[in-house]
């Protein structure tokens, strides 16, 4: 003991060989530790992104969009009254009703699903379920108070508009928030799981060169000492420990930076714009809806006025200067800016949900998508500005068949904005699943390789080690 102590084990030939060993063998597994803990990171980022709270966001979005949706097409029920050929037509617009009814349950089911342990968003999954229930029961009133009074097109009786009132406060002021919220706490997660695990694989990253260069180091010093002591250019086994280390090393290295990479492009080229388009693409059917609003109970014509602007800000602010901010200065100054902008120039222009799209745009599709979709956004604005004038210069009826238009009115050209925003979104959905596909890929097989190659480089030094160890017995 006291031998070991004063280290004199160390003066010999073999005590050093040995202990070079021990440091190659100590490092090595310190190095396995590292490379295994990072790869787990990486995992749980990609696994958080990509297949828990992202697709979370999605089916929170798509519960946004439908209660959203749902309240705008009973909107169009009610103002057609008894001319059913109206518009998209009163069996049309009850079907879309039918569809988003269906498609609000199963994202509201999904969501359940996703939501886990988290017991905060599964209650709140539960009163979204309940208050659906309860709007659904409020339509169904104002759906039947309405056939019975069989009205005029645009002449919805009091009665009607009361009941639907209820329920449209219902979803607005209950329903859509909760929904809402359930979105922004998914995005919350997935941001704080993309910053912490990112920047888990980028110190692991770091980690895995400083032991990997140390290893390197410990092999290519014992290579040097033994070739110095036994007169032997290279230790074969020691040699190919080294060559593997170094290939284990690089490749987890590039393994990492390709997982950090594909993390932040599944964040920031995907995921960010869906969450960002899905909620314009909900707003702006609830901003759509608030112009049947307008039309259907002209005594909150004002409300309905500045919810509708308000709406419109959060979809793509327009800083109105020095003008007052209200519809008419909107008007104005929406046509004004998006004449001349130019996606592959200009940054900061506008704000809101399209303003973040612009400034991290693509060139390519993406950017080919946002300026159709500016484009088709500001027709409907248009579209909204003619309308009203309608109202307000004594000709409703004219409103009305503009509001409701089938072929030339406000609905196609909303319907044209929705599907050029769709396909904006698809694009990024594109990026972000090609982002998690390659990052699952990449990750195929290093649940082994990394043991498997300390296994083999433990196995190599321990060889090389041997024989010359076996000289001195």
Known sequence: MRTFLRARWLKTIPGRIRAAVAAALAVLIVMLVVLSVAIGNARDGVKTIGHDAGPQVVATGSLFFSLSNMDAQVANVLLIGRQHDLGIGYDESLRRYEQRRAEAGQAAVQAAQLAGDDSNMQATVREVIDGLGRYERLVGEAMLLDKQSNHAAG?????VVDTYNQASELMRLELLPKAYNLTLDSGAT??????????DVN?????????????????????LYLAATFRRLVNPALALATAVTFILVAVGIGMLSAQGSHIKKAKEDGFDSILALSRARAISHSAFADEARYLLDPSRADT??????????????????????NLETYYARLPAVLSTYDPARDRGVFLGFFGEEADRVRPGVEMSALVSTLGAYRKVIDDDRRMRALATGGKPDEALKLRMGRDTGAIKDFDDYDTALMRLNEAHQGAFDRAIKDADGGLSGWTVIPVAGAVVIAVLILAGARPRLAEFR
């Open 155 to 159: 002449q919805v009786p009091k009665q």
């Open 304 to 325: 309905y006025e500045q919810t509708y602007l308000d709406k419109s800000q959060s979809v793509l602010f327009i800083d109105p200067k020095t003008q007052p901010a």
């Open 203 to 223: 110190s692991g990253r770091l980690w895995l060169a400083i032991t990997g260069g140390l290893l390197l180091a410990v092999l290519i010093l014992t290579q």
């Open 190 to 199: 997935v941001r704080q799981s993309y910053e912490s695990k990112r920047s």
